[in-house]
């Protein structure tokens, strides 16, 4: 049976889709959620944990984490959905205004791009699914939630090069530790790693364990649908409700321009959507309508490229042997080399950091495995589409590629190199771009940061 086949079969069978509840207290070790979600006789009940920290106020008041915790229930369904995708999502326990279903559908749409292609399944914005509300009590307004002003950020680590990046220039900037807070979703050993290299203890980190509900991972073995969901999407839900808890307005992220490009070429299927300009700029609109200027959720790396974000972070060697960016191998805590991930972070370093160092730090020279030719010849832009990973855009790429022959491969190049054919525009080190949302402040040092490196 095709994808497109089962997707459908499954559409009659399975008409509705219910958002039933969400539920939250407060225990000792913390804040604890738990969200009700339905699809004819299957159960999801998808859990979180906010472990207690001395900085955070769990005492806030229970309209406030009405908003905030329904609108996390509201994009963790997603996950859910998918194993069977009704035409029907009913949300029983809220309401939602004409245009709030419409960003929830372009979220959802927008999102679930590589899991529509991956699988051959043919929608549209359309038909895909049709949201109603019918919750007893409105959805809660919030005009203006108490949090103190002032210049501190939460900064998302996720074990890679672009988070170390982001902290490592805004603890520059503000020359102070405390006014930068890490928040880490599901720590695992890349994550700590780099949290410890940056001098911060666990007890610093604003935590966030997320789990997902057991049956939809039996669903998976059994044949459901499966595929990528927009997880950054979701960590910036959930990253207001830790704004809250915190009184931290500011949200810091590692989204890069890059991040905007297409996976598939002339398409709107992009495996990063939830990474994109497009979709901060939505998120930003849906926040402010709800609760004012309250929080400021931004990236901070957006105005530059991979290689840019590359080249800051060769410039803080205590992360080498730590970071990670494998997803592969993130549950072992290493790089498994063998992976689109792994080659691209390769590349896109490989003019930084010299070709010695660089094998120490992946256990193997990439550039010379044949079995990465095929992620090589999509990562250049010669094949029918980029990894469906994270990674960065040809032009980057092959970029990297040509100014790491030119400084360290002169005389001879490993296995890949030696099919290099050029590709695209080159990438400047210098140009920055316009189009973010920075204070200008923010921006300024930023922009000093990379005039300085790219100078060396």
């Not at 974000?309 to 805590?333: E, T, W």
């Not at 092959?398 to 790491?404: E, K, V």
């Not at 140009?431 to 490196?453: C, E, G, I, R, Y």
């Amino acid at each position: 049976m095709s994808n497109q086949t089962k997707y459908d079969a499954f559409r009659k069978t399975y008409d509705e889709f219910v958002y039933e509840s969400y539920t939250y207290d407060v225990q000792s070790d913390g804040l604890h959620i738990v969200f009700t979600f339905r699809i004819g006789n299957h159960r999801f009940l998808p859990s979180a944990v906010i472990p207690t920290r001395p900085f955070l106020n769990f005492n806030t008041d229970k309209k406030t984490l009405d908003t905030l915790i329904f609108n996390i229930g509201m994009i963790e369904l997603i996950s859910y959905w998918k194993s069977f995708c009704p035409p029907r999502v009913v949300v029983a326990c809220g309401s939602l205004s004409p245009s709030q279903i419409s960003f929830w559908k372009k979220i959802y749409y927008n999102g679930l791009g590589e899991f529509f292609y991956i699988n051959g399944i043919k929608a549209t914005p359309d038909d895909f699914m049709q949201i109603e509300s019918h919750g007893q009590m409105p959805t809660p307004q919030c005009d203006s939630l108490p949090l103190p002003s002032g210049q501190r950020y939460l900064v998302p680590i996720g074990g890679g090069k672009d988070s170390v990046v982001t902290l490592e220039v805004l603890r520059a900037a503000t020359q102070n530790n405390n006014l930068i807070v890490p928040l880490i979703m599901n720590p695992r050993g890349a994550t700590e790693n780099c949290i410890k290299a940056a001098g911060y203890t666990m007890d610093d980190v604003l935590v966030i364990r997320r789990t997902i509900h057991p049956h939809l991972l039996q669903l998976n073995q059994e044949g459901c649908l499966n595929g990528h969901t927009p997880f950054s999407a979701m960590l910036a839900f959930y990253s207001l409700l830790a704004a809250q808890l915190s009184g931290i307005p500011n949200i810091a992220l590692s989204n890069e321009a890059s991040a905007n490009e297409a996976t598939v070429a002339d398409t709107n299927v992009n495996h990063q959507y939830s990474k994109s300009k497009e979709f901060e700029d939505d998120f930003r609109r849906h926040t402010a309508q709800i609760y004012g200027d309250t929080f400021n959720y931004f990236s901070f790396l957006r105005p530059l490229s991979e290689l840019q974000i590359a080249m800051l972070f060769s410039r803080h060697p205590q992360y080498f042997d730590v970071f990670r960016s494998c997803n592969a191998g993130s549950k072992q805590d290493i790089w498994c080399g063998k992976c689109a991930k792994c080659l691209f972070a390769y590349i896109i370093l490989s003019p930084f950091i010299s070709p010695e160092r660089l094998e120490s730090i992946f256990g193997s020279n990439l550039l010379d495995d044949p079995d990465l030719m095929p992620f090589y010849i999509e990562l250049t832009g010669h094949g029918e589409t980029k990894p469906f990973e994270c990674v960065g855009t040809v032009d980057e790429v092959n970029t990297a590629i040509q100014m790491a022959i030119a400084r360290w491969y002169k005389d001879s190049r490993p296995l890949l190199l030696s099919h290099f054919v050029a590709n695209g525009k080159s990438v400047s080190l210098r140009q920055v771009s316009p189009d973010h949302n920075l204070t200008t402040s923010l921006f300024n040092t930023l922009n000093s940061h990379v005039q300085a490196a790219a100078a060396n």
